[in-house]
């Protein structure tokens, strides 16, 4: 079990932490796998859809980052074959860190 302190310390790094900026996923349209990358605005929040194929099995991916106004990731989201799963939340990151705290 870690200590208070050093779950408060991956907390602190969370927060400060924008993650890969939306710039840089756009660099990977270069890469043979990648077929298509859109970058936009919705509900306050810019999003990157990344549409690539597995490259042992072929299969569609589609890859969604979702940043706030500041650029800063939020949530990253995966589809293959049209069923959508959750990668990564910060929200629920911190909130999974901090219950950690409190129990």
Same mark, same amino acid.
């Given at each position: 079990m870690e200590s208070t302190e050093a779950i408060k310390k991956k907390i602190a790094r969370l927060l400060a932490d @924008?993650?890969?900026?939306p710039f840089f996923l756009a660099d990977n349209i270069s890469l043979a796998n990648y077929d298509e990358i859109n970058l936009y605005k919705r509900d306050g929040m810019i999003i990157?859809?990344?549409?690539?194929?597995d490259l042992d099995t072929d299969?569609?991916?589609?890859?969604r980052y979702k940043y706030d106004?500041? /650029?800063? *990731? !939020?949530?990253?989201e995966m589809? !293959?074959?049209g069923r959508e799963? *959750? !990668?990564?939340? @910060?929200?629920? /990151? !911190?909130?999974g860190l901090w219950a950690q705290c409190q129990g």
């Amino acid at each position: 079990m870690e200590s208070t302190e050093a779950i408060k310390k991956k907390i602190a790094r969370l927060l400060a932490d @924008k993650g890969v900026p939306p710039f840089f996923l756009a660099d990977n349209i270069s890469l043979a796998n990648y077929d298509e990358i859109n970058l936009y605005k919705r509900d306050g929040m810019i999003i990157v859809d990344m549409y690539c194929r597995d490259l042992d099995t072929d299969v569609p991916m589609m890859f969604r980052y979702k940043y706030d106004m500041n /650029e800063v *990731l !939020i949530r990253t989201e995966m589809t !293959i074959g049209g069923r959508e799963s *959750l !990668i990564w939340d @910060k929200r629920e /990151e !911190i909130e999974g860190l901090w219950a950690q705290c409190q129990g």
